[in-house]
């Protein structure tokens, strides 16, 4: 091995190892919207860290929620980003955030949640044993198709949608998070 390669590879590996430490938290959470995600705290007291969901904190706000998901669960919600809150169409956020929408608004969110602590291991094994793809019932009534392919799990909604996991098993004191990219939607 030349010198110059010997640079390079301890170049390459000191970038792989910093970009895993931005990636998992202390604690081993993964790291979520750039801020640690403990394990001994809730979903919303974890949220509320996050930059990435400021979107879904004022949703989960407006839609009277917060109680709830700061309870005993457990819970596993679907947490969606700022930026798939942004892929519906304009005007869209704006008017379910109106008092007015507060029914709708809480029926999408809990389209978000189910009422059980689901890792991505089980997931992929419910999916397994259901020969590929698995159904898995909201809190809010929607029925989400869980299938998966290598490690990333995708869910489609009731619009025929595909939304993906992007960070997975986010412990949380009350359940799990799960970041995806795309808000889910119940059918029309």
């Known amino acids: 091995m030349t010198f110059k390669t010997l640079i390079a590879a301890t170049a390459l590996s000191a970038l792989a190892t910093t970009g ?32 990435d969901h400021t979107t ?24 969606p980003t700022n930026d798939a809150f942004a892929k519906l169409k304009p005007g869209t956020v704006e008017a379910l955030l109106e008092p007015a929408a507060k029914d709708q608004l809480t029926q999408i969110l809990t389209c978000h949640v189910v009422g059980a ?16 793809s698995h159904v898995v019932p909201t809190l809010g009534g929607c029925k989400l198709d869980a299938t998966y392919d290598g490690d990333k799990i995708m869910l489609t909604d009731e619009q025929g949608r ?21 808000v889910i939607l119940p059918a029309s």
């Open 20 to 51: 895993f430490a931005e990636s998992q938290s202390k604690t081993g959470n993964p790291m979520v919207g750039g801020a640690e995600m403990f394990a001994d705290k809730n979903i919303i007291e974890n949220a509320l860290n996050s930059a």
């Open 56 to 79: 879904l904190v004022a949703a989960v706000k407006a839609a009277g929620l917060v109680e709830t998901l700061q309870g005993k669960g457990p819970f596993t919600v679907f947490a």
């Open 117 to 132: 602590d689901a890792m991505a291991m089980a997931i992929k094994g419910m999916i397994d044993d259901d020969g590929g």
């Open 162 to 182: 595909v939304i993906n996991v992007t960070i997975a098993d986010v412990e949380q004191s009350n359940g799990v998070i799960h970041v995806v990219d795309r």
